[in-house]
């Protein structure tokens, strides 16, 4: 089930990076006065009162204040609009209400979207004032906030949470393991689901950024369905285009969302890129099986497969458990191993171990290497056990969990990795303290 999209919008400078990062809760968008700092789409997953979505920061809509919006800024806007799931919709209280505003509320009034008027950058008690004249926008009350010093932020993300489909509402995915392929326009997505069914299925042509949106196809291997799921390549940094470019990361995501693997194809002539490692960590983050699929190795150049793995794992330190392939999908090199890795991954997420293998492997890891200790007081575990399966999710209970340090969980994980597997699959662990629910 794919998580709930919430796209900031507006106009330059009004604080929409700042306000990622504030609901995020960490810096992950970068902030500067200057309008259009944010030249790729930013995202991140927050979670809120139970709630779970996914916030992107649009970028700057590039419209200059004098200017009335062009075809290209229409189609970035609407584009916003139809894939997200709610939209706030971010002005400077500072400011007051500009042409801009009004050109950018017209066309959110004609959407059947639910649109949250944020009026950002209230300080203090006399700006909050100073966000009534907004409702010349005729969308709802604004709602002032400033999102550099929090203020007003619980609030917005109540709103937010009460504007989000509930599970009831969503429909339910078909009983299939679904496999997302990502990756960078013109890494050979398409070319690989094509050599995968064996026709041609997805169109397939030189120029970046030929498949636009997300497209399903069941694919029957070994006498097993599968839902392949080719997305909307993602754009380097500093070469988006306008309209359907800007915003396809947002099929991306639910694509990711609904996976329970990904294929992340990865270009030869440029292995890793910053967009590459950004999908990823979100590839991670959403606690999703992976295998790195490296395309146009005909390409290579005389480079070996070991130099190119290498290459990979330090630009992917936080995937090492990610398996990596070498294929020409143009060619059909290579790809008649990737789907059995992929149904391998699979079954390592299904895969349950048993309470007393699980108890006697951190007992034998702990002697082996001692918990850490605050002062006087050492970590101790208590009782160990997995708790769930897809992903497969790990439960310890110490005696307080305050004192695990991301290290001693590395350590955990790479010995339940080193006994039981996991290949291609990201590992929760969870530590509660003793008594806690």
């Known amino acids: 089930m794919s998580k709930p999209i919430v796209a900031i919008v507006g106009r330059q400078n009004t604080g929409k990076s700042t306000l990622l990062n504030r609901l995020a809760g960490k810096r992950i968008a970068i902030t500067a006065d200057l309008p259009g700092t944010t030249r790729d789409r930013i995202f991140a997953t927050v979670s809120w009162q139970g709630a779970q979505f996914t916030v992107v920061d649009t970028g700057g809509l590039e419209l200059k204040a004098q200017s009335t919006i062009s075809q290209e800024i229409n189609e970035q806007v609407e584009t916003a609009i139809n894939e997200a799931d709610a939209i706030v919709f971010l002005v400077d209280v500072k400011d007051g209400v500009t042409a801009t505003d009004l050109e950018i509320s017209d066309l959110l009034r004609r959407s059947e979207k639910p649109i949250l008027l944020i009026a950002n950058k209230a300080d203090n008690e006399r700006l909050e004032t100073q966000a009534v004249e907004f409702f010349e926008l005729g969308l709802d009350e604004p709602l002032a906030i400033s999102a550099y010093h929090g203020r007003g932020t619980f609030e917005l993300l109540d709103k937010i949470v009460s504007l989000l489909p509930t599970m009831s509402s969503v429909l339910a995915e078909p009983e299939l393991m679904k496999v997302a392929i ?210 497969p999710t790990f439960v310890f209970f110490v005696n307080d969990a305050k004192l695990i340090h991301f290290s001693y969980q590395r350590y955990l994980e790479n010995r339940l990795r080193e006994s039981f597997g996991f290949c291609g699959t990201p590992l929760r662990l969870v530590f509660k303290t003793r008594g806690e629910k």
């Open 182 to 391: 990502v990756g960078r326009p013109n890494a050979g997505k398409s070319t690989l689901l094509n050599a995968l069914l064996g026709k041609e299925r997805a169109i397939v042509d030189q120029l970046p950024g030929t498949t636009r949106d997300a497209i399903d196809t069941l694919l029957d291997f070994n006498g097993q369905s599968v839902l392949i799921i080719d997305t909307a390549g993602i754009k380097r940094r500093g070469r988006l285009g306008v309209g359907v470019e800007r915003y396809s990361v947002m099929r991306t995501l639910k694509a990711i969302d609904r996976s329970d693997v990904v294929l992340l194809v990865l270009d030869t002539t440029e292995l890793v890129a910053a967009q590459d490692t950004h999908i990823a960590g979100y590839i991670q983050q959403a606690v999703k099986g992976i295998v790195l699929v490296v395309n146009k190795w005909d390409l290579a150049m005389g480079k070996s497969q070991a130099e190119g793995t290498t290459y990979i794992r330090n630009k992917l330190k936080f995937t090492p458990y990610a398996p990596v392939f070498f294929i020409s999908a143009k060619l059909g090199q290579g790809v008649d191993r990737v789907m059995p890795r992929v149904l391998k991954v699979h079954q390592e997420r299904l895969k349950r171990i048993p309470t007393a293998s699980v108890n006697s492997l951190i007992q034998q890891a702990v002697s082996a290497h001692s918990p850490p200790r605050s002062g006087k007081k050492q970590l101790k575990f208590l009782y160990s056990t997995q708790a769930e399966v897809d992903p």
